[in-house]
């Protein structure tokens, strides 16, 4: 195996990681920089850490983007799919960032791999695309927005006769936990998804083996780079989170991040599903700010935003499929 076609296809992966943490950065921390709970640089700085801690709470998630979607390919063709998924990856979160569109990072991989692996002959597991991808993808909208809906009617009949002005204040500050439990169930996610391609790349160079725990530097490079991704923040799709879909208030932006932390950590320890924190944040957000009055949400965006999710893994693996023939037809 050639050792630089390796050294490259890790590069590329945690570069992918790199802009999936910019990407992905609002999903941690719009709430709450749209509700004032903390400024933006402080905000990302906790995100950045709490991304960074998150990475080390498990691997479920990484086993089954390892394992579980696409058999594992070999020799410099397996290294070429990888590499071209993780392009077909990173240009579909560069196109959406540049649009402010909050589309799902983890669906654009997702999408590359399985694009890349139909156009190099590899063999999809598509019992694992539909079980650990396709059904949590519909599923964890709907639970998000209902969740968030119900979290936030308990909130507002529990401070049903609290001073609004204390109320509001004592949720800014509980915003500052929500936001980093979000940071935290970012890191846990998504550092894992790029360790599984990370892996992947090792078992095809005969590195590792296959159901080899993930060695400690894949470990910290992923989730260093996650970090830094997140500490450079995406404002494009930041606005889009925070004031688009509704101007939140901090009781709004606590119900949101709660619910959205829940469900990451109970789909990553119970199901290792790795679903996308973008979808579970915009949905809360959603169901949140629904308790309002329905018109309060401004549908026309969430309509726009939800449109993009369903074409996140079509886009991505187009995109990788296109690289894969430039890559094969540039170095055989």
């Known amino acids: 195996m050639d050792t630089f076609a390796l050294i490259v296809t890790i590069g590329v992966a945690l570069g992918f990681t790199y802009t999936n943490g910019f990407h992905d950065s609002a999903n941690a921390i719009a709430t709450s920089v749209s509700t004032r709970a903390l400024t933006p640089r402080a905000a990302l700085a906790m995100a950045a850490v709490m991304n960074l801690a998150g990475a080390f709470l498990g691997q479920g998630v990484a086993k089954t983007v390892s394992e579980g979607i696409i058999e594992t390919p070999t020799g410099d063709k397996g290294m070429g799919i990888l590499f071209a998924a993780l392009v077909g990856a990173i240009i579909w979160n560069l196109v959406t960032w540049y649009f402010g569109l909050p589309s799902s990072s983890s669906h654009a991989l997702f999408g590359g791999m399985v ?13 694992g695309v539909v079980d650990k991808i396709v059904i949590p993808m519909f599923v964890s909208p709907v639970v998000g927005l209902l969740a968030g809906y119900l979290v936030m009617c308990l909130i507002m009949w529990i401070f049903r006769k609290a001073n609004p002005h204390k109320t509001k204040r004592g949720f800014r500050i509980a915003q500052t936990v929500s936001a980093a439990g979000m940071a935290l169930g970012h890191g846990l996610q998504d550092a894992q998804k790029t360790m599984g391609i990370v892996v992947m790349a090792l078992v095809i160079a005969d590195v590792e083996q296959p159901n080899s725990e993930i060695p400690v530097w894949v470990k910290i490079s992923c989730a260093v780079m996650l970090s830094l991704g ?19 208030d901090p009781p709004q932006g606590f119900a949101a991040e709660t619910t959205g932390a829940s469900i990451m950590f109970g789909s990553a320890f119970l199901f290792h599903a790795p679903i996308s924190t973008t979808h579970v944040i915009t949905s809360s957000i959603m169901g949140v700010g629904a308790t309002k009055r329905i018109n309060a949400v401004r549908w026309g965006v969430a309509k726009n935003i939800v449109m993009g999710w369903f074409i996140t893994m079509p886009a991505a693996a187009l995109a990788a499929a296109l690289s894969y023939y430039v890559v094969r037809l540039l170095f055989g």
Not at 115 to 127: F, M, P, S
Not at 230 to 248: C, P
Request: glycine share 22%; proline share 0%; charged share 20%.
């Open 115 to 127: 694009g890349a692996a139909l156009a190099g002959g590899t063999e999809v597991i598509w019992g």
């Open 230 to 248: 997140t500490y450079a923040g995406g404002w494009r799709i930041m606005r889009t989170l925070g004031r688009k879909i509704i101007e939140l």
